[in-house]
Antibody, heavy 118, light 111 residues
Framework: QVQLQGSGPGLVKPSETLSLTCAVS?????????WNWVRQTPGKGLEWLGEIYHGGSTNYNPSLNGRVSLSMDRSKNQFSLRLTSVTAADTAVYFCARRPVAHGFDVWGRGTKVTVSS | QSVLTQPPSVSGAPGQRVTISCTGT?????????VHWYQHLPGTAPKLLIYSNTKRPSGVPDRFSASKSGTSASLAITGLQAGDEADYYC???????????FGGGTKLTVL
């Protein structure tokens, strides 16, 4: 059974960098899947942030204006999100998710709540 | 404002059938990209309900079905149950952003 577990600081100061990690169990991140980050801001819907493939290819949501980057650590079987220059608008619950090729996001982590505040 | 448009809310009595629409454009659903549907209970992880327009992952009851036509898609839920109360999201790929877009979500209330 594949499980994703997100982790990271629950509070980040404005203008700083938000860093989250998603640990994958039950599957290798080197398998043929895209590994994604999605967030849900308070009272709003889901917003896709970006994805990374086991070969290192990445795709990012252009609405984030270059502030987002994803990386993976194959030795730890985990992938990470980095969002720079955060503001209150980045306060959200952040989900990590797996997407097999030509498929929907079939496995999700439970979400990590991040508040941006001084 | 979401790229894919869904009604904010729908409701139905137990046992009834409801549908949730998802309207896109020629850069996403209309460009023949697949539509996926998710069920999300607050405080939990979203759950894949339908993938590739009409397919159900194992374990999803056949009370849930979906269709796609032109620039729109639709999710149908029959035999409504109290446990179906949740937010439902559609998703597709959009070639204007070269990435994934979601609908704004539809809150289903079982009366």
């Amino acid at each position: 059974q594949v499980q994703l577990q997100g982790s990271g600081p629950g509070l980040v100061k404005p203008s700083e960098t938000l860093s989250l990690t998603c640990a994958v169990s039950g599957a290798s991140i080197s398998s043929s899947n895209w590994w994604n980050w999605v967030r849900q801001t308070p009272g709003k819907g889901l917003e896709w942030l970006g994805e990374i493939y086991h070969g290192g290819s990445t795709n990012y949501n252009p609405s984030l204006n270059g502030r987002v980057s994803l990386s993976m650590d194959r030795s730890k079987n985990q992938f990470s999100l980095r969002l720079t220059s955060v503001t209150a608008a980045d306060t959200a619950v952040y989900f990590c998710a797996r997407r097999p090729v030509a498929h929907g996001f079939d496995v999700w982590g439970r979400g990590t709540k991040v508040t941006v505040s001084s | 404002q979401s790229v894919l448009t869904q009604p904010p809310s729908v409701s139905g009595a137990p046992g009834q059938r409801v549908t949730i629409s998802c309207t896109g454009t020629t850069s996403n659903i209309g460009a023949t990209y697949d539509v996926h549907w998710y069920q999300h209970l607050p405080g939990t992880a979203p759950k894949l309900l339908i993938y590739s327009n009409t397919k159900r992952p194992s374990g999803v009851p056949d009370r849930f079905s979906a269709s796609k036509s032109g620039t729109s898609a639709s999710l149908a839920i029959t035999g409504l149950q109290a446990g179906d109360e949740a937010d439902y999201y559609c998703q597709s790929y959009d070639n204007r952003i070269s990435g994934w877009v979601f609908g704004g979500g539809t809150k289903l209330t079982v009366l």
